[in-house]
């Protein structure tokens, strides 16, 4: 089996049909990550997709100011230990970033606690 993607979707190529070629879309999960842009700074969300610099999230928090820890490292390991006193917006349905610097996968333990940082309002 083969996978190619396109247009952000995955695509399994099932061999076994003879002079045809089927795609059957497989399912994956959205893995959460943190991604560092050159100039939007910080964001969390679901990983939809990747294309060199430019990378698209799926329910996104800005990380604005973060009381949490020594990195953006021990944040997606640990999560903000001071949540009641970060600055995360709302939550955005689809953001697409430009110029991502790095993407960092987030544990679960991490997820629910940037998850459940109060929504920061003007």
Do not use: H
Not at 38 to 50: I, K, P, Q, T
Not at 99 to 115: D, F, G, M, N, V
């Amino acid at each position: 089996m083969k996978k190619i993607t396109i247009d952000w979707e995955v695509y399994v190529l099932e061999k076994d049909i003879p002079k045809q070629t089927t795609m059957a879309k497989k399912k994956w999960t959205m893995p959460y990550v943190m991604c560092r842009t050159y100039s939007a700074w910080v964001f969390a969300g679901y990983l939809e997709g990747r294309k060199w610099k430019e990378v698209v999230l799926r329910n996104a928090r800005r990380i604005w100011k973060r009381e949490w820890a020594a990195s953006l490292s021990q944040l997606s390991v640990d999560g903000p230990s001071k949540p009641n006193e970060c600055m995360f917006p709302c939550e955005v349905d689809k953001v697409e970033l430009m110029e991502a610097i790095e993407i960092i996968p987030i544990t679960e333990k991490a997820r629910l606690s940037i998850q459940a940082v109060p929504e920061w309002k003007k």
